[in-house]
């Protein structure tokens, strides 16, 4: 979407680029607006939250599920990315998809806040786009829900469709949804923006948990775990190849407090993992 609402970019706007190969660069107005042109804006989540025109929405994290179940959910990315505009692996094989169902999604790239606002980078190969809601935790206090949105991603180098999470200040793409009342799945000609509305719960604090309620928490919270993992050995293989390719301290250091950023988030989702666990103990249930 090239929609321009206060908290959106065009990727390059106003920032430097990290690239593929180590280097920081700045893109000229033309390249900057060509991106736009390309890929659409880049959004803060607040903003992707009031970018949808009226009679739209950002869609939820049910909704996106509900269209990757519709597609397939193990090949959901290959179905729904672009035929062209994805770089290739880089064992040489391609990263475009099949549309099969005209959604067309292409690689973005994103601006990735962890603790501070990283460059640009990822365009080309990562999508990501932002939903409406936000993960939710448990501590001894209670349960509610946090300040981190969920995403979807798409990458060059995956044929599924990942849920993810970032910061609420990243800058990630945006989609969105038509508002209707029918419940039923899109049609297999239909546009993702064309898809019909589907019932949505966003999550909140509860007064009385049963135990279904702690086990969808943990599992959640499982999920989570497993997502920072995975981008945890992808970024100690970036930061391996860097070293290998001799990259600037700068690019190192900066590669290190992405990786240090991830390592506290697995820390912090066991963390919580144990709270659940305890907190179902408590009631009398359990949760594997």
């Not at 599920?65 to 672009?82: E, F, R, S």
């Not at 995956?158 to 999470?165: F, G, P, S, T, Y």
């Not at 970024?235 to 301290?249: I, P, T």
Request: proline content about 3%; glycine content about 10%; hydrophobic content about 25%.
């Amino acid at each position: 979407m090239n929609y321009e609402v206060q908290g959106s970019v065009c990727y390059g706007e106003a920032g430097e680029e990290y690239t593929a190969d180590g280097n920081y660069i700045t893109l000229s107005n033309g390249e900057i607006q060509a991106n736009c042109k390309k890929y659409g804006r880049l959004y803060s989540q607040e903003a992707a939250m009031n970018a949808c025109p009226s009679g739209w929405h950002l869609p939820s994290l049910e909704e996106w599920n509900t269209l990757i179940k519709y597609v397939g959910i193990d090949n959901a990315g290959l179905k729904l990315k672009a035929k062209s505009g994805w770089n290739n692996n880089d064992d040489g094989s391609s990263g475009n998809g099949t549309d099969n169902h005209g959604f067309s999604a292409l690689p973005g790239g994103g601006k990735f806040y962890y603790g501070v606002q990283f460059p640009f980078r990822d365009i080309g190969t990562v999508g990501k786009w932002w939903t409406k809601d936000f993960m939710y935790s448990c501590d001894d206090t209670g349960c509610g829900l946090t300040d981190k949105p969920f995403a979807m991603l798409m990458g060059n180098y995956r044929n599924d469709v990942k849920e993810d999470w970032d910061p609420k200040e990243s800058l990630l793409s945006v989609r969105c949804i038509k508002n209707a009342s029918s419940t039923n799945p899109p049609s297999a000609n239909s546009s993702s923006s064309n898809a019909n509305n589907l019932s949505s719960s966003s999550g909140g604090s509860s007064p009385s948990l049963d135990c279904s309620d702690y086990q969808y928490q943990y599992d959640a919270r499982k999920r989570d775990l497993s997502s920072y993992q995975d981008k945890l050995k992808d970024e100690q293989d970036a930061y391996n190849r860097m070293v290998s390719a001799g990259y600037s301290s700068s690019v190192l250091n900066s590669q290190q407090m992405l990786i240090q950023q991830i390592q506290k988030n697995i820390q912090d989702t066991q963390s919580l993992m144990s709270q659940i666990s305890s907190q179902a103990r408590n009631a009398g249930c359990s949760v594997y």
